[in-house]
């Protein structure tokens, strides 16, 4: 008996799909991810919806994930977009780009380059006629592909495109890519999830109903049966029936169904093989190879494994469709087994030396075909215990080199790598991919990538070749640095390189490729990543990126005048100046006050490793030039501010694929969050860079998690971060450490001390913070200790003393302008002319400092500023005027659970005789109703302009943010409040007294 092709059991996930399609439809883009256990019904699901779509004019490809295979980087995407390109109804210039995407000699400049094609042919593709897009087995799928999905569904709701992915739950891991990414799909893009329960006992007469046209009299009994022994899984069911039916155990009998006498049946992968026993011995035999290509059979592929002819293979497809084991493309080019269990089945039935030559088959049948996928190759010949599989996956890895995908460049080295074994003599090719795998790893595994390189360093004596043992102890240097271990870094580093200009000196011979691994490039023609080819006499060994890696690292550890005359001498030396010493040389510039000098270098960074799609470091550097240029020296030039978080932004979103988990695209910003009041968003940041993060990052994130637990009065934790990051307390020596996250502890650790009223504690701080400023040569960074020298003065009641310390603070910071130390100068300096009674001079420079606080959006040195304004005008007799800026700041610090500064605003405000006018959102009626989702008071904020009938656009204008951050709390609303768009939210709003 043949089943209908009819869903069933699934009407409302079935509705819900024909709603966003049809929203689709009409321009407003969305994406669903729907899951479930094998069987559950999710490809029935998917296709129901494309029939639909395809029935309304829309585009319709699909992309698949597969088991039991190494994928290329972007394959499930590269599988969908050669499915556009057949379709003969899309636009031959849409062809045409997707042919040029495609094409395996395609050099798409690096990933960026390639993602940004991608994108946009398919948005292009979008303004045509409308998408959908179907991604399934997403569980299996590559990092980078999953990480393209992510930056590709961000803006889908702009656009009439419907990306519908399925995974299953149970093969969900955590070593899957997908795993870690599935929040940031629900909550950047607004994912919905579906997830394919089992059918109930109404569903599972339907299904017979509908199914098989089984109509019983009494059907409890076999309803009863079918649940305890399929679980409600549509599959199982199917394949129940068919045995039932098969074995006569229900039966006809007139015009109703009976069910005769039943025993526990097998499991559901037995009843696969029993159906499967039932072919004849051609068909199975070619079925096992079938089964080792993969879940997708290319025809071609599959004729030119097997030792039979065409006429012969048609029978074997005809009979392998009839009992469901097969079915065939529309196209005709390929066949797909019905259910991935059935191929299992029949992959697991192979023995080992079967499996082993089958794969051996598939192999070569592949490398004699046109063009043929090195990840494919290799995963066969490596399942083949074959040794060609080393050379495949030196391809394999090249190609991943080249779209950025370091992780899995990596990996496929690796296991190259393992089909050698580790040799008794290490030879010289052995070290030189030793070294170019560490390489690739500093980024996502450098404590690994240090083990690599002294593996490399050995094999290079071993094999007698010191290139490779110099330039693996330069790099091992790289590593520790990256792992904060500065002196022993700086040590290799400069031993290495040092080596290598001797080698240089002797004109020394160079393998072609490896001038290329060193820059971490590689040849786009070339087959193999070996030491290949004669060594060629070079005229200096390149080290320029080594002793610009010297120069950042000193300038990491404060050593900022070695830094620089280093780095100025490469300036005139080298033809093309590594990025390593831009950025060391910004550093130097930026301690020292040279602010244009200090911006143009870090923009030559950037520049640099962006030219190089090295998106990792254009993160950092970003990230960099915010915390040691634009907010030091430019904290009121938001326009400029918000230019550098977009790329930073941009960066972070397409890096992951270098490094070991997934990056939040906003990781550049935690130092703007911080300063503009986003403690909360600040706070999650921090947590990731301080469990993932570099060494280096993970000291900023720990700072800015002190820094918060500082303000918010939790000093036992902020003491224990600080402790982290300095072990030794006020006895590290200056360069043991990064030195701006260790300079920023010690100011916090001084606040900690003085807010204590420990002064011993404080003085001892504020000594070992003059100390590290002074020994680096940050002349630039004498404002600030000459402020902690004030702030401590005024503790210990030296009122004058500490006002002519703050003046000299306000002159020095006046050039170079250092707009945040000017805030906390002036207000501190307006505090201590009140108290000396001079009131109008007190005013005067607390307006200023306020002023300056609100045009660099700093929100928690706003309401410092506007509490001692408040003072002043209590003195000055306006309490009116002094109540409403208590009120103002009062609301700055509950936000942002700064209770130290909250409960000496109000015994200050108490004290000074103040009314108590709390704002509507604090009084006590408003008090009893619920919190509105735990929304943060930015996302209230823009919420409630959503329900004005706001634009994201206009929002963002309104705010002075980007577009995209404004789509990401828009996103974060709906997904808190339980929303899927703009009029629900406008509803919520109005329920919450919010609009």
């Known amino acids: 008996m043949t089943p209908h092709t009819v869903l069933v059991g699934r009407s409302s996930e079935q509705d819900s799909l024909f709603s966003m399609l049809a929203l689709a439809l009409q321009g407003t883009g969305s994406t669903v991810l729907v899951s479930g256990d094998a069987g559950a019904g999710k490809t029935a699901l998917a296709r129901a919806l494309a029939e639909r779509a395809a029935g309304q004019a829309c585009v319709v490809a699909y992309g698949q994930a597969y088991d039991r295979t190494e994928a290329a980087p972007y394959s499930i995407w590269f599988e969908l977009l050669s499915a556009i390109g057949r379709d003969q109804s899309v636009a031959h210039e849409t062809r045409d780009r997707l042919v040029s995407i495609l094409a395996p000699d395609a050099n798409h400049g690096g990933q960026h380059s390639l993602v940004d094609r991608i994108v946009a042919v398919l948005q292009a593709l979008a303004a045509e006629r409308p998408l959908l897009l179907v991604l399934e087995d997403l569980q299996w799928a590559d990092r980078a592909s999953i990480e393209l999905l992510r930056l590709f569904v961000r803006s889908v709701s702009s656009f009439p495109i419907m990306v519908l992915a399925t995974y299953r739950q149970e093969d969900l891991t955590q070593h899957s890519p997908l795993y870690e990414y599935l929040p940031n799909l629900v909550r950047e893009a607004g994912a919905e999830r579906i997830e394919l329960r089992p059918l109930g006992r109404a569903e599972i007469v339907e299904f017979l109903c509908a199914q098989y046209a089984i109509v019983f009299a009494d059907p409890e009994p076999l309803v009863d049966y079918l649940q305890d022994h399929t679980e409600g899984n549509p599959l199982f069911l199917g394949e129940m029936i068919r045995v039932l039916i098969e074995t006569g155990t229900i039966y006809p009998e007139g015009e109703y169904w009976r069910l005769g006498a039943v025993v526990v049946p097998p499991l559901v992968k037995q009843l696969v093989a029993t159906r499967l026993n039932d072919l004849s011995a051609d068909t199975l035999l070619a079925l096992r190879t079938a089964a080792v290509v993969g879940q997708v059979v290319p025809y071609d592929l599959w004729i030119a494994s097997l030792a039979i002819d065409e006429q012969r293979l048609a029978q ?242 404060g050593q900022f005048e070695r830094a620089r005359e280093l780095g100025e001498r490469l300036l005139q030396q080298e033809r093309s100046v590594p990025a390593g010493v831009h950025i060391g040389l910004a550093r130097s510039y ?149 030195f701006y996250p260790t300079v920023d502890a010690q100011k916090l650790a001084l606040e900690i001390a003085l807010r204590r009223g420990d002064h011993a504690s404080a003085r001892d701080w504020l000594d070992h913070h003059r100390r590290w400023i002074e020994a680096s040569g940050a002349s630039a960074l004498e404002p ?65 400092a306020l002023l300056l606080a609100e045009s660099c959006l700093a929100r928690y040195e706003t309401g410092l500023t506007l509490a001692a304004l408040a003072d002043c005008e209590v003195a000055r007799g306006n309490t009116a005027t002094a109540a409403d800026q208590v009120d103002s700041a009062r609301a700055i610090f509950e936000q942002l659970g700064a209770q130290p500064a909250l409960d000496a605003l109000l015994a200050a405000a108490d004290s000074r005789g103040l009314p108590d006018r709390r704002t509507s959102l604090v009084s006590s009626e408003l008090d009893e109703l619920p919190n509105p989702a735990n929304l943060t008071s930015r996302e209230i904020e823009v919420l409630q302009l959503v329900a004005s009938g706001m634009s994201n656009r206009e929002i963002a204008s309104a705010l002075g943010l980007s577009i995209r951050t404004i789509e990401r709390h828009v996103s974060n609303i709906y997904d808190k409040i339980g929303v899927h768009n703009r009029v629900d939210a406008t509803a919520f709003a109005i329920r919450q007294h919010l609009a």
């Open 784 to 848: 600030d200790v000459l402020l902690n020298e004030g702030l401590f003065e005024s503790e210990l009641g030296n009122p004058a003393k500490a006002l002519a310390i703050f003046e000299r603070v306000i002159s020095l910071a006046a050039e170079p302008r250092r707009p945040l130390v000017l805030i906390a100068a002036q207000r501190h300096a307006g505090r201590a002319r009140l108290v000396q009674g001079d009131i109008a001079a007190a005013q005067a420079i607390l307006s200023d």
């Open 590 to 738: 930026a301690a020292t006050g040279d602010v244009k000098a200090a911006r143009a270098a870090s923009e030559a960074a950037i520049a640099g490793v962006a030219n190089q799609d090295n998106f990792v470091l254009v993160g950092h550097f970003v990230a960099e030039q915010l915390e040691i240029v634009e907010l030091p020296y430019a904290a009121d030039d938001i326009p400029a501010r918000r230019q550098l978080q977009e790329l930073g932004e941009s960066a972070w979103s397409r890096s992951t694929e270098a490094l070991p988990g997934q990056v939040p695209p906003r990781a550049a910003w935690s130092s703007v969050l911080l300063l503009e009041g986003e403690w909360r968003d600040a706070l999650q940041l921090a947590r990731y860079e301080a469990e993932r993060g570099f060494a280096m990052r993970r000291l900023q994130a720990l700072t800015t998690q002190a820094s918060i637990a500082t303000w918010q009065g939790d000093f036992a934790r902020a003491t224990e971060i600080i402790r982290q990051i300095l072990p030794l307390g006020p006895d590290t020596e200056p360069g043991d450490g990064a």
């Open 316 to 557: 074997v497809i005809r009979e392998a469709i009839d009992a469901n084991v097969l079915r065939q493309s529309d196209d005709g080019d390929q066949l797909e087994f019905a259910h991935a269990i059935v191929r299992d089945v029949i992959y697991e039935d192979l023995v080992i030396p079967e499996r082993r030559k089958l794969h051996r088959v598939v192999a070569d049948a592949l490398i004699a075909s046109f063009e043929p996928d090195p990840d494919a190759v290799a995963s066969h010949l490596q399942r083949a215990r074959d040794e060609r599989a080393f050379e495949w996956l030196m391809r394999a890895g090249n190609r991943a080199q080249r779209a950025y995908a370091l992780r899995m460049a990596a990996d496929r080295f690796k296991s190259a790598l393992r089909t050698r074994g580790t040799p008794a003599e290490p030879t010289r090719e052995y070290g030189w991919l030793l070294y170019r795998t560490g390489r690739l790893m500093r980024f996502s595994d450098p404590v690994g990538a240090v083990s690599f390189m002294t593996q490399a360093e050995r094999a290079g004596r071993s094999a007698g070749d010191p290139v490779l043992a110099a330039y693996a102890i330069a790099d091992r240097g790289l590593m520790r640095s990256f792992e904060g271990e500065l002196k022993a870094g700086l040590i290799d580093i400069e031993i290495g390189t040092s080596r290598l200009e001797r080698l240089a000196e002797a004109r020394t011979m160079l393998p072609p490729a490896v001038s290329l691994w060193i820059q971490d490039m590689v040849d786009a023609g070339a087959a193999t990543s070996e030491a290949q080819g004669e060594p060629q006499l070079i005229e200096r060994v390149p080290t320029g990126m080594r002793w610009g890696a010297s120069v950042a690292w000193q300038s990491t550890a």
